[in-house]
């Protein structure tokens, strides 16, 4: 991140003079248990009860309420048009949320400037890196998704600090709906669903957080403000929803060997592309002693003097453009006595895409780009950045007392004989290229964080004691506190806010030759039993009935092998790895299945705008005959943003009715939150660009949480409607996969994330397989 001049219209309070460095994480966390005790946590913010993969844990909002205190940054805009970046501390309890200039521990009588409920109908989308005055910050908006007027806007130094915050605030909005749920007064259940002007006077406050007694607090506080970026580190541990120590939840098919090292990295080489015949695919890994966020944070800054002291390629870069927060565009130059023979100074432009995924790594995408902003020059030698990807993911740590480290991987496709000769010798010409200078960034990266003891140690915890009376908690809100939170970006407290202290191994016994190993799992899984661990998902008191596919047509067809195209298949789930029986134990994953449903038939859509309730379209699978008959459908509506926008609808059928008392039926008939905490894809990319698998990765996700996701619950049917447009980071992965869709192949698994004991092993819902499909060949949708 480069330095910023500040603008004469805006201004960052708290130290005008300084750029924003650092910020505490959203650590304080209390959990107060339905029995009344008391316990503190710290590290990542979850709930209480069994961890699952991400480090969160599987307790209910009945659980106890949580609690969360941290710094941000508030973004807005005064009466005048004048932007603002101020300072604030964030406390939220339960399902309500309060702003505060000061810190409330040291100054127990403040009231708020801000405060509400977080309600059901709140959206939270982490927007990605923007400029302000002083730096870049990681931006969270806040939105009502009844009425858009109703929205806001607070930041965080990293993007692990704003993902903990979208975590908390999502906790938050389980506690209401599940209060909601629990039933209450009229009264309270209309004021959680009314949208509130927060224009006027502060709201009537008793005092802070009765009953409060100890706070833990991660980080070091606003004096990391005045630290240097380069002894930034960050508190990151399993902060997400899934899998930690593993490389992904599908089977790739990658033969690594280590060809060299140099200075404690490795240098790989995939012989099963070579074999291939597509160039070589090669990576420099390392485990660098420092956070994941910290590491990203290292290699996202463009400034000079931090990169001189390990990039010897992108040490000169200048920032051109960025667009929606997690794409921007570089200009570099670099000295070719270095790197080539050739005398004519260098320059070149690349394009960065960066994603942080559920479990915490981070994904960065970097291509050859051209930009109006900088044409070729008088001097200066135009080339071509080789593409590379960065891929940094947090490791296990064996005890709280251990520093964080991370697994550091850099991977580029490479075209040169130069290559086996630098094998085959000490020294060869290969050492004056581009790639080779690129695969050792991740040395000298791994040296200069070396170099800086600070980046190997997290932030401090420290135990607040409150100075508060110890009244109940339950006299903590008022009836006046019954309105929605917004971090309002109008002018709604202008005169508050102008104050002035204001983140393959081949498998030789099986004698089949085949492109990629889930084909070769998908020929050897005929006798594989359906769905294991699903025997009571559907009512077996109940004679199945017979599913026929030839009599459900969709608008794409059904392909025969992985040779045609345009089409689809219906893959075992043996290509998955989901959590086993003892995963709450040992986090033991197992080699999924069958699916329990039958994927009958696939939709392929053109749309004008993305469409919902597809299931209740006359001409719907769902509305046929034969659709009737069935005793139940899920309907997967994929809405992919484009011009022209798509929809890829799938159906699922099962022979018999639901049991309610299962997971799946507790799933189809669940409330939305619950739904969004449960339901889970699993990407593969089986065949394609290996830059695209890297963007796409392999590891499950859980959707509800990454995008919007809508449910109908109608007659034998329930449809999901997942809006990948909603998400910024989304939508920038499936632009580049549509890119390169008519090459790929991509495997698709759903299923319901298992968090209890009662719930394991999981089990495969579904699948699908899309063979190289044709943009074109979508089917306008008639409303």
């Known amino acids: 991140m480069q330095n910023l001049t500040p603008s004469p219209y805006t201004h960052c309070d708290g130290e005008k003079n300084q750029r924003i460095k650092a910020m505490t994480s959203p650590g304080s966390k209390k959990v107060v248990p339905a029995d009344g005790s008391e316990k503190n946590h710290s590290g990542n913010l979850g709930r209480t009860g069994d961890l699952n993969e991400s480090g969160s844990s599987s307790g209910g909002g009945e659980g106890g309420t949580f609690e969360y205190f941290g710094q941000v940054y508030h973004l807005g805009s005064n009466k005048i048009g004048h932007e603002y970046c101020h300072l604030r501390y964030l406390f939220i309890r339960g399902k309500y949320v309060e702003m505060y200039k000061r810190d409330p521990h040291e100054n127990p009588d403040i009231k708020p400037i801000r405060r509400g409920v977080i309600g059901p109908t709140m959206m939270v989308e982490e927007l990605g890196r923007r400029k302000v005055s002083h730096g870049d910050v990681y931006v969270i908006r806040f939105s009502n998704r009844l009425d858009e007027r109703k929205k806001g806007e607070i930041a965080c130094a990293t993007a692990g600090e704003a993902m903990k915050w979208v975590e908390a605030f999502d906790e938050a909005k389980q506690q209401a709906e599940y209060a909601l749920s629990r039933g209450g007064s009229t009264r309270t259940k209309l004021s959680m669903e009314a949208n509130i002007d927060l224009e006027g006077h502060r709201p009537r406050v008793r005092r802070y957080a009765y009953g409060l007694k100890k706070l833990i607090r991660i980080g070091q506080g606003p004096e990391t403000l005045l630290r240097q970026s380069s002894t930034l580190v960050n508190?990151?541990?399993?902060?997400?929803?899934?899998?930690?120590?593993?490389?992904?939840?599908?089977?790739?098919?990658?033969?690594?060997?280590?060809?060299?090292?140099?200075?404690?990295?490795?240098?790989?080489?995939?012989?099963?592309?070579?074999?291939?015949?597509?160039?070589?695919?090669?990576?420099?890994?390392?485990?660098?002693?420092?956070?994941?966020?910290?590491?990203?944070?290292?290699?996202?800054?463009?400034?000079?003097?931090?990169r001189?002291?390990?990039?010897?390629?992108?040490?000169?870069?200048?920032?051109?453009?960025?667009?929606?927060?997690?794409?921007?565009?570089?200009?570099?130059?670099?000295?070719?006595?270095?790197?080539?023979?050739?005398?004519?100074?260098?320059?070149?432009?690349?394009?960065?895409?960066?994603?942080?995924?559920?479990?915490g790594t981070y994904t960065i995408l970097q291509f050859p780009a051209v930009h109006k902003k900088r044409p070729p020059k008088s001097g200066y030698r135009r080339t071509d950045i080789t593409p590379s990807t960065w891929e940094i993911r947090n490791l296990k740590k064996r005890s709280d007392a251990e520093p964080p480290s991370c697994l550091v991987t850099h991977m580029l496709e490479i075209h040169s004989k130069r290559w086996c000769k630098w094998k085959r010798t000490s020294y060869s010409k290969f050492e004056k290229t581009?790639?080779?200078?690129?695969?050792?960034?991740?040395?000298?990266?791994?040296?200069?964080?070396?170099?800086?003891?600070?980046?190997?140690?997290?932030?401090?915890?420290?135990?607040?004691?409150?100075?508060?009376?110890?009244?109940?908690?339950?006299?903590?809100?008022?009836?006046?506190?019954?309105?929605?939170?917004?971090?309002?970006?109008?002018?709604?407290?202008?005169?508050?806010?102008?104050?002035e202290d204001d983140e393959e191994q081949d498998k030789k016994e099986i004698k089949v030759k085949l492109k990629n190993v889930s084909w070769a799992i998908a020929s050897l899984s005929l006798k594989q039993p359906k769905a294991p661990g699903a025997s009571n998902e559907l009512d077996t008191s109940v004679d199945p009935?017979?599913?026929?596919?030839?009599?459900?047509?969709?608008?794409?067809?059904?392909?025969?092998?992985?040779?045609?195209?345009?089409?689809?298949?219906?893959?075992?789930?043996m290509g998955f790895m989901i959590r086993g029986k003892t995963y709450l134990k040992d986090n033991a994953k197992v080699m999924g299945g069958q699916p329990l449903l039958t994927l009958v038939s696939v939709d392929w859509l053109k749309v004008d705008k993305a469409v919902d309730n597809i299931a209740l379209h006359p001409k719907c699978l769902v509305q046929s005959e034969?659709?009737?008959?069935?005793?139940?459908i899920l309907v997967?509506?994929?809405?992919?943003?484009?011009?022209?926008?798509?929809?890829?609808?799938?159906?699922?059928?099962?022979?018999?009715?639901?049991?309610?008392?299962?997971?799946?039926?507790?799933?189809?008939?669940?409330?939305?939150?619950?739904?969004?905490?449960?339901?889970?894809?699993?990407?593969?990319?089986?065949?394609?660009?290996?830059?695209?698998?890297?963007?796409?990765?392999?590891?499950?996700?859980?959707?509800?949480?990454?995008?919007?996701?809508?449910?109908?619950?109608?007659?034998?049917?329930?449809?999901?409607?997942?809006?990948?447009g909603s998400s910024a980071v989304a939508r920038s992965v499936i632009g580049l996969v549509l890119g390169y869709v008519t090459s790929l192949i991509v495997d698709l698994a759903i299923l319901i994330e298992g968090k209890e004991e009662t719930e394991l092993p999981e089990y495969i819902l579904g699948t699908v397989r899309l063979n190289r499909i044709e943009l074109d060949s979508a089917v306008s949708f008639e409303e």
């Open 235 to 306: 508190d990151v541990r399993g902060d997400s929803f899934y899998g930690g120590g593993d490389n992904g939840d599908a089977i790739e098919a990658h033969e690594w060997k280590c060809v060299r090292t140099i200075n404690g990295v490795r240098i790989f080489e995939d012989v099963a592309n070579f074999k291939a015949g597509r160039g070589f695919l090669v990576k420099a890994v390392a485990v660098v002693e420092a956070s994941a966020d910290a590491v990203f944070e290292v290699i996202s800054k463009l400034d000079k003097h931090q």
């Open 308 to 359: 001189y002291e390990w990039d010897t390629v992108t040490g000169d870069s200048e920032l051109i453009d960025s667009y929606e927060g997690h794409y921007d565009v570089i200009y570099c130059v670099y000295d070719p006595k270095y790197l080539s023979r050739w005398q004519s100074k260098r320059d070149f432009i690349f394009s960065r895409q960066w994603v942080r995924g559920q479990d």
């Open 434 to 499: 581009i790639p080779y200078a690129l695969l050792l960034q991740v040395a000298g990266l791994k040296e200069y964080i070396g170099a800086n003891p600070a980046f190997k140690y997290e932030a401090s915890s420290t135990v607040v004691q409150s100075k508060l009376s110890d009244i109940p908690s339950g006299e903590y809100v008022d009836e006046e506190m019954e309105e929605q939170f917004y971090d309002a970006t109008d002018s709604s407290s202008d005169e508050e806010e102008s104050d």
């Open 545 to 573: 009935v017979d599913i026929d596919p030839s009599q459900i047509q969709g608008s794409l067809r059904k392909g025969n092998g992985d040779k045609d195209s345009n089409c689809w298949n219906s893959p075992s789930g």
């Open 626 to 632: 034969p659709g009737k008959k069935l005793p139940f």
């Open 636 to 724: 997967i509506n994929l809405q992919v943003p484009a011009k022209p926008n798509y929809c890829l609808v799938m159906y699922y059928a099962a022979d018999r009715p639901v049991s309610e008392s299962s997971s799946l039926g507790k799933f189809v008939n669940g409330s939305d939150s619950y739904r969004d905490s449960r339901f889970k894809l699993i990407p593969s990319i089986v065949q394609g660009y290996w830059m695209v698998k890297r963007a796409v990765g392999t590891k499950a996700c859980l959707l509800g949480k990454a995008v919007t996701c809508k449910y109908l619950r109608k007659d034998n049917f329930l449809e999901i409607d997942v809006d990948i």
